[in-house]
C-alpha cells in the first residue's frame, strides 16, 4: 500500500479524540476532586468538629482542674500502711506509687498509735527514707494516735515531737464512763474537750464519728463547742473519706468559724486513695472561704 493510500484520520476526528481525552481527565480530576472533597469536608466539618470537641473537652478538663485545684489541695495527711494491723494490701512504695497516679503532691503516712511506744516505728521510718528517694511527692511523717479516756495522747511525746504530722483520734470509750454518766455524746464531748485542752495534735480525726455508735453523728447541740475548741487550739478538721465524716453541717459549722481543714482518705487500702470528688461534693454548698491547713 502506498503511503498516499493509508487511511486518514481527519482533522475533526483526531480533535474529539483529543477533547474526550482531556474531559475524561477533567472528568477524572472533578471525580477525583468531588470525591476528595466529599471526604474531606466531611472530614474538614469532621476535623472541625473533632477540633471544636477536643477544645471543648479540653476547656472542661481544665476547667475541672482549675476548679479541683482551688477548691481542693492534692494533699492527703491520713494514709495507713503495713504498719496498721488494720490496713490491707497497702505498703509504703504502692502507696506512693498510688499518690503519684492520682496527682498527689504531699502525703503522711499515719499508722495507728495504740501504745507509748510503737514497736513499728524504726522499720516504718526506713521505709519512708527509702521512699522519699524514687519519688517527687512530698512524704511526711505521721501517726494516728489514741486519745485517752482523761484527753492524753497514747503515745509518748518524745516520739510525736519526732514526727511532721499528728492526728488524735477518739476511738474507744471507756464503758465505766458511759455507765456512770449514761450518755456516750456526753462522754465523747468531754474526752475531745479536754484532749484539745491538754494534748498537743495537727488534726482531729473523724471529728464527728462516735465510738459505739458507728451509726450515728456527733449531733450539732454539741458541735458548736467542739469547733470552738478546735478554732481556740489551732487544731485542723480533717474531711475523711474512709468514714465519709464530719457531717455537711459541722464541716460548714468549722468553715464558718476559720477552722483549717485538711482533705484525708484514712485509707486501708489502695483504692481508697485521691478520690477528690467526693471532697468536692462535701464543699459544694459551702460558700465561705476555706481555711486549708498548711504544713
Ligand atoms: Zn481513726
Ligand atoms: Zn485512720
Redesign the pocket.
Known sequence: MAKSDRPCRPLPVLALHVFQVCASSIGLCWKARKQYSEKLVPGCVGTQSLHSTLTVSIRHELAGCRLKNSMVPRIDL?I?SEFSPCSRDTNVQDIVSMAEARGLRKIAI?D?GVVRRPPWLPNYFSEIERARRSTHIDILTGI?VDIRPDGTLVVDKDILQNLDVV?G?LHSLPLWGVVRKKSILEECRAILLKALEVSSFHIL?HPTYLPLLWSRKIPLDLADVIVGGLKKRGVAVEMNY?HRDPTPEFLRRCVKAGVTITPSS?A?RLMDIGHFEWFEQQLAQIKEPISWMQI
Request: charged fraction near 20%.
Open positions: 491520713h495507713h499515719t495507728h494516728e492526728i483520734a480525726a474512709n484514712d486501708h
